[in-house]
Structure formats: C-alpha cells, structure tokens
C-alpha cells in the first residue's frame, strides 16, 4: 500500500470510522505526511489536557505490542489511562474454534 490515498485510508481506518471522520475535516490543518506516519492539528472549542499524548501505532501483541505498552507507560509514569481500539487487531487472529470473546481474555491474561 503506497501513499495516504483516500481509498488507503477508508480501508485502514474501516468504513465506519472513515465516514465518521469527514464531520472533522474542517477542524483539521498542517497534515504532514512521512515515511510511515502521519501528524496534523486538530483543532476543537476546547484546550487537550495538558500531557496528552496520543499513540496510533502499536504492533499486535503477539508480535510484541504488551512488551511496546509496557515500554511506554514506564517512560510515561503518570499515564492514566491506555485505550487501545480496535482490540481484535491488537491481540491477533483468535485461535480456531475460539470465541472472539475468549480471545481476548486469554490475550491479556
């Protein structure tokens, strides 16, 4: 997949939160587009908090996405809150005759 195309981004970001997404457009500016990442403003009626930080690339758990968190939240010791979306990505394919449901728990633990 090559380049941030309209049609790379609905499919990665799926159609539902692509859709939901173009309400944002206007509160949207100063989009940088590099090897792998992306970064712009978004601009709201209110201030973020301060120390917010917002991560959109983590690898799956079992290609080491606990041991990434893990890193994080110890260079980020005052972390509150880790949200991770959407979580059938992060822990993988769920093993053969597995409930989704069951999957994920036994992927935190």
Avoid at 9 to 14: E, M, R
Avoid at 24 to 41: C, H, N, R
Wanted: net charge negative; hydrophobic share 40%.
């Amino acid at each position: 997949m090559r380049g941030l195309t309209e049609a790379n981004l609905k499919k990665l970001a799926g159609s539902r939160s692509f859709d939901r997404g173009r309400g944002y457009l206007d509160a949207v500016s100063g989009v940088e587009v590099g090897d792998g990442w992306v970064t712009a403003s978004v601009h709201g009626g209110q201030l973020a908090p301060a120390g917010l930080t917002l991560v959109t690339e983590c690898p799956p758990f079992p290609q080491g996405g606990m041991e990434a968190i893990a890193q994080w939240l110890e260079r980020n010791p005052d972390a509150r809150m880790v949200v991770i979306d959407v979580f059938a990505r992060m822990r993988g394919n769920a093993p053969q005759g597995v409930s989704a449901y069951d999957a994920d728990h036994v992927a935190v633990g």
